[in-house]
């Protein structure tokens, strides 16, 4: 965990590095559903490579928002899980999720906007 005189001043710009960056919010949100697996985690984002889905896995763990269990079986098993700081997430982490739905839906109407009016300037013009 990184000690507070590490961490940025601005508690969004605190936010952001800690779960900022291309994967760790994607893993944060696939372990909201509950424990998972590494071969779990690695399925469901599948453009991500081993070391970097190990590495991201690693951070989170660093700065206490997931926890790693291993059990002692043959072959060994590895469960992922939220902690309770990372359990806190699952708010925003859902907002995100209403938002981002929202804001695709925006971008169709948009695109559609667009093509609409290009094809309307495309008929004046040939008039």
């Known amino acids: 965990m990184r000690a507070k005189e590490e961490l940025p001043e601005c508690p969004v710009a605190t936010a952001v590095s800690l779960i900022g960056g291309k994967w760790k919010l994607l893993i944060l949100y696939e ?10 985690l690695r399925d469901t984002n599948q453009n991500i490579s081993a070391k970097v889905l190990t590495e991201s896995i690693q951070d989170l763990m660093n700065e206490g928002l997931i926890v790693r269990i291993s059990y002692p079986e043959v072959p060994p098993r590895v469960n992922y ?7 806190s ?21 948009w695109a559609a906007y667009g093509k609409s009016e290009n094809k309307q300037r495309r008929q004046k013009s040939e008039r």
């Open 31 to 40: 372990l909201a559903d509950g424990p998972k697996r590494f071969k779990e």
């Open 81 to 87: 899980f939220l902690s309770k700081n990372g359990k």
């Open 89 to 109: 997430l699952i708010p925003l982490i859902r907002e995100m999720l209403v938002w981002g739905t929202e804001h695709q839906k925006y971008r169709s109407k």
